[in-house]
Every structure is written in structure tokens, then in C-alpha cells.
């Protein structure tokens, strides 16, 4: 018998990573953040100057990447690649482009597949991401879908750089976003989708707090 899983997917900024982590916190289960796996992939890819194209020495680096998070304590969640902290360096946009361009190819995909699938473990998981309820977790009993606004989603994101302290032009932002939602949608392997069983949630006018409780309210009733 697998534990449990809920799926949250969605494109960036829709509010997955913020209502996973209280989801996950609330219900005392493991959590994965499958996008930072292919920041953290973008991110070696990017110091070790490995060739985008080249996706046989890709899929091989992925294979053997060794990475991990912070479970627990104030940076729970903190993302760290061979042992060094990197959360801030796979939050920059060049890491979420290159993540999204990496992202596109299935051998790629193929060579992260176990790893985000080991994260299943009891008491549950709750995973985020853009094909966890689609291709990783098909089987999840609860999936849902975040959407909301591009312009919502842009603002949402620049703010989040302001309140680090990180100069970002608005408009900027919302085509960097578009352009990524368009690769991440378009893709032949895993395009961002809602799983035909996924329950979708539109967050634009929505606060997380309502989200969450729309959330567990589903997963009560299903679990
Ligand atoms: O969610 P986040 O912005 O961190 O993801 C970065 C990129 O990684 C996405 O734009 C997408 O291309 C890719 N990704 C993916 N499948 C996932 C999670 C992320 O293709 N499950």
C-alpha cells in the first residue's frame, strides 16, 4: 500500500509553493518541490558551463546530481546542492529559464523521475510542481490545479522580489512568465496541464488562507 499524495500543479506564481509548504506543514507530511529539483539541475548546468543541448551529458549530470533540502527548523525547505545552501541562487530568473528549457526535454524528465517519486514516504506527501498530478503521482487521490491571472501572477512575483530586496521591472516579469508558461504548456513531454481528475482553483481574487481551506476541505472528504 503507497502513502498518500496530494498534487498541487499549476504555472509559476499561481500560489503552489505557498500552499504546498502550509499544506504539508498542517498535515505533518513529507513535501516535494519539484521545480526546485530542475532549478537545482539549471543551476549546475549553469557553473559547470554544460551545453543546454547537450542531453546526454545532461541526463547523466542529473542522474548523479546530489542535492537535497532542509527539513526541518526555520529554513525548512531550503534547497542545497553537493551540501551548499543555494535557495536564493535557483530563485533567480536565469535558474527558472534554464530550469524551463532543461524541462522540455524528456530524457531530462526520465532522468529525474525515481528521484521525485522517492519523496513518497508515510505518513503522506504533498508535491508541487507542473506534472505531479499528471505523470509522477497518476494515481494521487487528491490533485489539484492553482491557476491565476498572468497579471495577478506577475504582481505576486514582484512583490515577493521587493520584500527581498530585489529590484524587478513589472512588466518584465509578466512576459518572462508568459514566455515560460508558453514553453512549459507547448512541450511535448508533460505539458502543463490539469490531470483530467484534477479539482482547479482560480487564485486570482482568492487569499492563500481561503485556498488552504478550500484544499483541506477536499482532502477531508477524500481521505
Ligand atoms: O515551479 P518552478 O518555477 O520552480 O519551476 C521551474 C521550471 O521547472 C518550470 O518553469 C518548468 O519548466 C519546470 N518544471 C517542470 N515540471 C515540474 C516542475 C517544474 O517541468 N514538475
Redesign the pocket.
Known sequence: EQSAVITIDGP?GAG??TIAREMARELGWHLL????I??LLALASLRENIDPGNVVRLAERAEALDIGFIVEGENAGAALLEGERVDAAIRDESC?ER??VL??DPTI?EALKARQRAFRQPPGLVA?????GTV?FPDAPVKIFLTASAGERARRRHKQLMEQGVTANLDDLLQELQA?DA??SQRQT?PLKPADDAFTIDTTEQSIDAVIQTVMERVKARL
Open positions: 509559476g503552489k509553493g518541490d519539484s521545480g526546485a530542475y532549478r527558472g530550469a524551463s524541462a522540455a524528465r508541487d510542481g507542473r506534472d505531479m509522477i515560460r514553453r512549459d508533460a
